[in-house]
């Protein structure tokens, strides 16, 4: 079975552009989560949706970032303009459930992000 | 607020020592989740292990055992007889029943073992 998939692996790009990364959850899992992972700050959650409705979206830094789930299998976590201080692992994960208190998060491979 | 404390940022050790990671975690909740996760040094991060908070039975999977002691807000994580697949970042989590579902994670361990 396929797992999380997130797209893409790496991503270099030059301040002030538009970074977009997509996730696709594992197949009948309704809720996904963005997290951001970095040698500073560690792993934050950035937003939760369930059932494709964003739920909390406290974690997300600023108006430059934005998340949308179009569908249960698609999300996408976009970054308009990007800056240097948004170069991180962002991770992507699923789970069967409400959130992470119904089991564990399944994660994807993670997009590593380079803001230039 | 919810808070998730792993003191020991790096460990090595030597192949078949044991290496135990500590975690202490915060709350105010009485029902809620503790997780402990790898990330190797590919990157992506494994589920090991979910316990909830009534549910304090030490567990053995194999070579990892875990350690859930309420009266000291602790969720310790011993590898028995250490390798080298197990040289990766350890991460504990939280998780509160009424906190939107938020996973808070430590800052992990970095565990190195030596061949």
């Known amino acids: 079975d396929a797992g999380v998939i997130q797209s893409p692996r790496h991503e270099v790009t030059e301040m002030g552009q538009e970074v977009t990364l997509r996730c696709k959850p594992i197949s009948g899992h309704n809720s996904l989560f963005w997290y951001r992972q970095t040698m500073m700050r560690g792993l934050e959650l950035l937003i939760y949706f369930n059932n494709n409705v964003p739920i909390d979206d406290s974690g997300m830094p600023e108006d430059r970032f934005s998340a949308k789930m179009p569908n249960a299998s698609f999300s996408t976590l976009k970054i308009q303009p990007s800056e240097p201080r948004d170069s991180a692992v962002y991770f992507c994960a699923s789970s069967l459930g409400q959130g992470a208190r119904s089991g564990e998060l399944f994660f994807g491979e993670g997009s590593r992000l380079t803001v230039l | 607020a919810q808070k998730v404390t792993q003191a020991q940022t790096e460990i090595s050790v030597v192949e078949k020592e044991d290496v135990t990671l500590d975690c202490v975690y915060e709350t105010r909740d009485t029902t809620y989740y503790l997780f402990w996760y790898k990330q190797p040094p590919s990157g992506e991060l494994v589920f090991l292990i979910r316990r909830n908070s009534f549910d304090e039975q030490n567990e053995i999977s194999g070579r990892y055992s875990w350690n859930f002691q309420k009266s000291t807000s602790s969720f310790n994580f011993t590898i028995t007889a250490s390798q080298v697949v197990d040289s990766a970042v350890y991460f504990c989590?939280?998780?509160?029943?009424?906190?939107?579902?938020?996973?808070?994670f430590g800052k992990g361990n970095q565990v190195v073992v030596i061949p």
């Open positions: 989590a939280l998780s509160e029943a009424d906190g939107n579902n938020r996973l808070a």
